[in-house]
Structure formats: C-alpha cells, structure tokens
C-alpha cells in the first residue's frame, strides 16, 4: 500500500508540479510537455499525479490562472504604490516584463495553446479568455485614479498592443524597453488625463 501525503508534502508537491508546469510550457509548449516528465521533476510517480490534477489540460489551466494572478498582482502592487498616471506606468511595464519572460504573447497566439483551449471544460475557458484579462487591466486602470479621454475599450486594446510588442521585440530596431518607455510616456498621456 503507497503512503499518504501529508498536507504539506501534497501543498509542495503540487507547488512543484505547477512550478515544472510553466517552465515546460515555456520552452516546450503544451504538447510536447508530458505528464511522466513532469511527474519525474516534481519526484512523484503517474499514479500519484492524479491525486492532484484530473488531467494534463486541468494542470496547465492552473497554471495558466497562477500566471495571469502574478501579472495583476504585480501590476496592481505598482499602482497601489503610486495610484497615478507613474504607478500605472511602472505597473503596466511590470505586466510586460512577465509577458516577455514567458514569451506569454507568442504562447496565446499559437495553435498549441489553442488546442489547450479546445480540450478545456467551459468553465475553465472564462479566465483564459482577452475579456478576462482587459477586465482586469480595466480595474488596475481604476484603481490608478486615471480620468480617460477615450473610451475604455480602446484604451484597453491599445494597451494590450503594446503587449503584443514583447512578441516581435527582435523586430524593433532598437533597445526594446526604451522603445515601449517612449510609447508608454506618450501613449499614456494621449489616453488619461
């Protein structure tokens, strides 16, 4: 008979899981990253996996949530510092740095993110979707105390343009952080007042 977990033996070993998870999704993607490699980094066998996640897709959701949490967390620390037009700047460049790291851009737009999608339940899809996360750039944006000169929407895809920019950066002919610092001190000024 296999020994139980403790709670904080099944907290770490899910932790670990999640931690494998990202780094996998990353560098191999969601397909090329299977479950007995992630078992065998988080030290625990394929039977065991499945005392903490009901499938592969289950896991990376997850995951997908914890990473989604940590860029407005992040982003909202920036703001709640400085709930002015400096704050969201700082904040909105915090968010970037986490969508360039991960190369987060390159990974929603890809066919293998997609087939993820096309395998999560529907309850699950709401968190991963563009809505969800320019609903949560549009209550950072509130929080900063910002008075709009454009409506939201477009305030909101602007801004996740300029998201986008960390996925082509090799293409900017120049210093992509001075780059995005020029678009955002005149960006910013154009859309809050």
């Known amino acids: 008979m296999a020994r139980g977990f403790s709670q904080e033996e099944k907290q770490k070993i899910k932790e670990n899981l999640s931690i494998e998870c990202e780094k996998s999704w ?8 299977s479950i007995d490699q992630l078992c065998n980094k988080a030290g625990i066998s394929k039977g065991a996996f499945y005392l903490f996640f009901d499938s592969k897709e289950d896991l990376f959701a997850d995951v997908m949530g914890q990473v989604q949490d940590r860029m407005i967390t992040r982003m909202n620390e920036a703001v709640a510092k400085s709930p002015n037009k400096q704050g969201f700047i700082e904040g909105f460049k915090l968010l970037y740095q986490e969508y360039d790291q991960g190369n987060w851009i390159r990974i929603l737009s ?8 096309n395998r999560l339940p529907e309850d699950r899809l709401i968190i991963h979707s563009s809505a ?14 910002l008075i709009y000169k454009e409506p939201l929407p ?4 602007i801004l996740s343009a300029l998201l986008a920019m960390s996925a082509q950066k090799e293409a900017i002919a120049y210093d992509d952080e001075a780059v995005l610092d020029f678009f955002l001190d005149q ?3 154009g859309l809050f007042e």
Not at 26 to 33: A, D, E, L, M
Not at 110 to 117: A, G, K, P, R, T
Not at 132 to 145: A, F, G, V
């Open 187 to 189: 960006i910013i000024d």
């Open 26 to 33: 990353v560098s191999n993607g969601y397909r090329k990253t």
């Open 110 to 117: 890809s066919d293998d993110f997609q087939s993820l999608l």
């Open 154 to 157: 477009k305030i909101t895809g």
């Open 132 to 145: 969800y996360t320019m609903r949560n750039l549009s209550e950072t944006i509130e929080k900063s105390n």
